[in-house]
């Protein structure tokens, strides 16, 4: 039947899934919202502050592979980055002392901070994003 409209459901699925598309690229490419746990930056972050990871800001990482395939930047020391601890769990923590694709990673609160002193220094591919903003 030439001529016919597909059916209502067929136009309106296709911008549905670009947008899901397009969500899940700025998801996994370029920010993500993250939730903090744990007082390891206090004053800074509270338990449950919003941070802003801007997924983007040292290059671009194939999610679930730690590795960038490009990269336009480093963390420079007092960066607060997102990264996988070598028990591969998610932490926020402040960058310091980069060198030779290594960082050592430091929690504001020195007192309750696992970090860097008990697992030492941190692959850069590690880094998931740079955190740019606090809710």
């Excluded at 597909?6 to 309106?12: G, M, S």
């Amino acid at each position: 039947m030439e001529g016919m409209d597909p059916p209502a459901n067929q136009k309106v699925l296709k911008p549905v899934l670009l947008a899901f598309i397009a969500v899940l690229f700025f998801k996994l490419f370029v920010a993500d919202l993250m939730i903090t746990q744990g007082r390891s930056m206090l004053p800074t972050l509270q338990p449950g502050s919003v941070l802003v990871v801007n997924k983007a800001a040292y290059g671009f990482r194939v999610p679930l592979l730690d590795v960038y395939l490009l990269r336009w930047s480093v963390p420079r020391s007092g960066d607060m980055v997102v990264f996988y601890t070598p028990l591969g769990e998610r932490a926020v923590k402040r960058c310091f002392y980069v060198n030779e694709g290594a960082f050592f990673a430091r929690g504001d609160n020195d007192l309750e901070s696992f970090d860097s002193r008990s697992y030492g220094l941190i692959p850069v591919d590690h880094i998931l994003g740079k955190v740019v903003a606090v809710k």
